[in-house]
């Protein structure tokens, strides 16, 4: 039995961390171990398994504080599909989506989200910095360091940024329930990002104006390991990878046109802000602006990854 005691399960809780898993059992505990540290108390922790039989069944057993369920999913897209699954579980205001090979690096992390979004109703998601791990838990990169001298710009003006530079939704983010059930691509023929949700859940929520706040800490750790998803399925991710830059792309174009018109929402997806043609202009130098600061801080990456890798 984990030596982490069993809390009193809400029937309303703040925030659900939604994991899907399928033979991890090797990280599992560890991945369970970061959630359950944590210091704010108001969650719940869903796990959706596809049919295990490395011993992830018996691990999760456990630990009474997690909800879990293990089926194997149908159908050629088993992880959006254990995604709905869980969310369908789940009772939170908040969700966080969490793959069990990964796990959160700051205790306060739930805390400062919760705090957070309650604290400013304009504010659909809350976000912070990955950092890699090794398959024996040895830490290494930290992604975007920079934003933990300088946050990178806030709620509207984020769009800008994003224009410029396509910066990705990060795994360790906090959102609002409703903008998930939005936002978050079905496992629909017809949706271009069913295989790579996390693009097509920034790509929604940037177009359709949901504002985001960065949080500076180091809140996830990423786990680099041999039996990633990722590699078996590369060439696909790769496609939709230019397909969501390709999106931007006419959007950035049609937007600064006047072909279309941006509009801002809060949290209750209410409209609180339209993008008027007068602030165009400003658009414009703002997207170049951070197109050249990103090209600059890419090619001193390249460099510093050279010498410390």
Not at 34 to 47: A, D, R
Not at 66 to 75: N, P
Not at 118 to 131: C, K, M, N
Not at 181 to 209: I, K, M, Q, W
Request: proline share 5%; with cysteine; net charge neutral.
């Amino acid at each position: 039995m984990s030596d982490i005691q069993a809390a009193a399960p809400s029937a309303s809780p703040k925030i659900s961390v939604i994991s899907f898993c399928l033979n991890s059992g090797r990280f599992l505990r560890e991945t369970i171990g970061s959630v359950l540290g944590q210091t704010y108390g108001n969650y719940e922790f869903i796990i959706k398994d596809g049919g295990s039989t490395d011993g992830t069944i018996d691990i999760l057993k456990e630990y009474p504080q997690i909800r879990w369920v293990s089926e194997k999913e149908g159908g050629d897209n088993p992880m959006l599909d254990a995604f709905w699954q869980a969310f369908e579980m789940s009772r939170g205001e908040y969700i966080i989506f969490l793959a069990v090979s990964d796990g959160l690096a700051d205790r306060h992390w739930l805390r400062r989200c919760a705090e957070t979004l309650d604290g400013d109703h304009e504010i659909s998601w809350v976000w912070a910095l990955p950092q890699n791990m090794t398959e024996d838990s040895r830490t290494g990169k930290l992604w975007y360091a920079e934003f933990l001298q300088r946050n990178p710009p806030q709620k509207m003006d984020f769009l800008p940024f994003w224009l410029a530079t396509e910066h990705g939704m990060e795994c360790n983010a906090c959102f609002r329930r409703s903008v998930i059930d939005v936002c978050f691509p079905r496992n629909n023929s017809d949706d271009p990002f069913r295989f790579h949700p996390a693009h097509g859940l920034t790509y929604e929520l940037n177009t359709r104006g949901y504002l985001p706040f960065f949080i500076p800490t180091v809140s996830y750790f990423g786990r680099v390991h041999g039996d990633q998803k990722q590699e078996e399925i590369y060439e696909l991710l790769d496609s939709i990878t230019k397909r969501y830059s390709r999106y931007i792309a006419a959007y950035r174009r049609n937007l600064l046109a006047g072909r279309i018109v941006h509009r801002f929402r809060d949290g209750a997806s209410n409209v609180i802000h339209e993008v008027g043609p007068q602030e165009l202009w400003d658009y414009r130098k703002k997207i170049l602006t951070y197109r050249i600061k990103a090209k600059l801080r890419r090619d001193l990456q390249k460099l510093l990854d050279h010498i410390l890798y």
